[in-house]
Nanobody, 114 residues
Framework: QVQLVESGGGLVQAGGSLRLSCAASISIRRFDTMGWYRQAPGKQRELVATITNDERTNYVDSVKGRFTISRDDAKNTMYLQMNSLAPEDTAVYYC????????WGQGTQVTVSS
């Protein structure tokens, strides 16, 4: 059974940084794509960033230049480095990985205070 476990969320002031991690229970080389979604209260879930098996990346416009998605195959872990955080980045962040279908982590809360 594939498990994804996020960590690294927390409370940070505007302008600060956080790094989220998503650790997988299997080799992440098996996943076609991995990525991060977020969901703010009262809003729909939003795709934030993706990274493919050959490390092609994609970002939603609102985080370009501030967030960086990466992966460490040796550690079976994907990361989301978030810099210059703003209150509108406040959300629960979910990692996902696609192997035949999308697998999801449990989410980690990111709160950015103004």
């Amino acid at each position: 059974q594939v498990q994804l476990v996020e960590s690294g969320g927390g409370l940070v002031q505007a302008g600060g940084s956080l790094r989220l991690s998503c650790a997988a229970s299997i080799s992440i080389r098996r996943f076609d794509t991995m990525g991060w979604y977020r969901q703010a209260p009262g809003k729909q879930r939003e795709l934030v960033a993706t990274i493919t098996n050959d490390e092609r990346t994609n970002y939603v416009d609102s985080v370009k230049g501030r967030f960086t998605i990466s992966r460490d195959d040796a550690k079976n872990t994907m990361y989301l480095q978030m810099n210059s955080l703003a209150p509108e980045d406040t959300a629960v962040y979910y990692c996902y990985a696609r192997l035949y279908y999308d697998r999801w982590g449990q989410g980690t809360q990111v709160t950015v205070s103004s």
